[in-house]
C-alpha cells in the first residue's frame, strides 16, 4: 500500500475544511495538530485552497496536506504545485484519476455505487472515498459491496460524526473516516480553533477509545499468587481464573513469578492497537518489538512500551 495512504489508516481520521479567510488557514491546521491529528483535506471550495495548501506545506511540513473536492484536472495541477500529499475527489473522473496518476499523488475517488467501484478497479486503485457515505447507504452499503468488491478499501466522508464513527472505523474495509465534524463552518467563521481542538481530540480518545484492561502484580512465588489473588476475590467477590503463569481476579493479575515491570504491569486496552502505536510512535515514545504478541491468525494483540513508567511496564492490548 502507498506510504501516504498507510499514513491516513494509521491517522485514522480525515478532518475535511473549507478555508475562506487565508489567515485562518495554520490556527486551523494547528487545532488538528495540537490534537495529535497532523492530516487535514482542504476542500477546492473555495479560492483559497492552493495557497492553503501551500501555506501549510511550507509552514508546518510534518502536517499530512490533502486537497478535496478536487473535480477538474487543473485543480490537480494547483494542489500538486501548492504541495498536497494527496487527492480527494467527490467523484470518479476518468480524467482527474490519470492526471494524479501522472503526477505520482495518491487519489481517492469517490465512489458511491458498484458502477463506480468498478471504474475505480479499472483504473488500478484499491482505496477510495465512499461519497455521500450516510445518504448512500452507510456501513450497510458498505458491507453489501464488500462480496464483489472484497479488496476495495474505502475512505467514507459525508454525514460521519462523533456518534456514527467508531462503527465505521470498527469494520475491516475502512480505511479511515472523514469529515467536517472536527472543524464545521461554524467553527472556522468564528475563529473558535480551541472547539476544532477539542472536537478532534474527543474524535481522537474515541477512536482509541483506550480503558485499563488489567494491572498485573509481579509475586514472588505460586503461593503468593495464590494468596494476593484469594484475598482480593473474596474481598470483592471477584471470580478466579487460573492459569500456567498467573492467576487473573477482577482487574489483577497475581503472576505466579516476577515477570516485566520492577513492581508489575498495566494493560491498557484500545480499539485499534496498531493507531495507538503510530500515535505514541509519532510522539517519541518507543515499544519493545521483542514483547509483541500475537493472536493464531498472526494478528499483533499486545505491545510492551520499551521504557517502564513508575516502575511498571506498560502495554496496549487489542479490545
Ligand atoms: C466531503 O467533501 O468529504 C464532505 O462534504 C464532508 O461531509 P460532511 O460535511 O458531512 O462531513
Known sequence: MDEIIRKIGLYGIVPVVKIERPEDTLPLAKAFCNAGLPVMEVT???????GAIREITTEMPDMLVGAGTVIEPSQV??????????IVTPN?????????QRHNIPVLPGC?????????????LNVVKFFPAEASGGLSMIKAMNGPFGM?????????????????????KILAVGGTFMANEGF??????????????????KMYGFSLAHIGINCGDEQEAKKWAGLMA???GFDCDEGTGAIFTG??????????????????ATNFLERAMFRFETMGFKFDRSQDKFNDRGDLRAAYFADEFFGFAVHLIQK
Open 152 to 172: 476495495m478499501k474505502f475512505l467514507p466522508t459525508g454525514g460521519i460524526n462523533l456518534d456514527n464513527m467508531l462503527d465505521y472505523l470498527k469494520n475491516d
Open 251 to 268: 482487574c489483577f493479575e497475581f503472576m505466579k513469578e516476577p515477570y516485566l515491570g520492577e513492581r508489575g504491569h498495566i494493560a491498557i
Open 234 to 236: 473474596s474481598m470483592f
Open 112 to 124: 458511491a455505487t458498484p458502477t463506480d467501484i468498478a471504474a475505480a478497479m479499472s483504473l488500478g
Open 92 to 100: 470518479l473522473d476518468v480524467e482527474v484519476v490519470k492526471t494524479c
Open 44 to 50: 477546492y471550495r473555495t479560492n483559497n485552497a492552493e
Open 188 to 205: 472556522v467563521r468564528d475563529g473558535q480553533f480551541d472547539r476544532v481542538e477539542m472536537m478532534t481530540h474527543l474524535a481522537m480518545f
Open 77 to 86: 495541477e494547483s494542489a500538486v504545485k501548492a504541495g498536497a500529499k494527496f
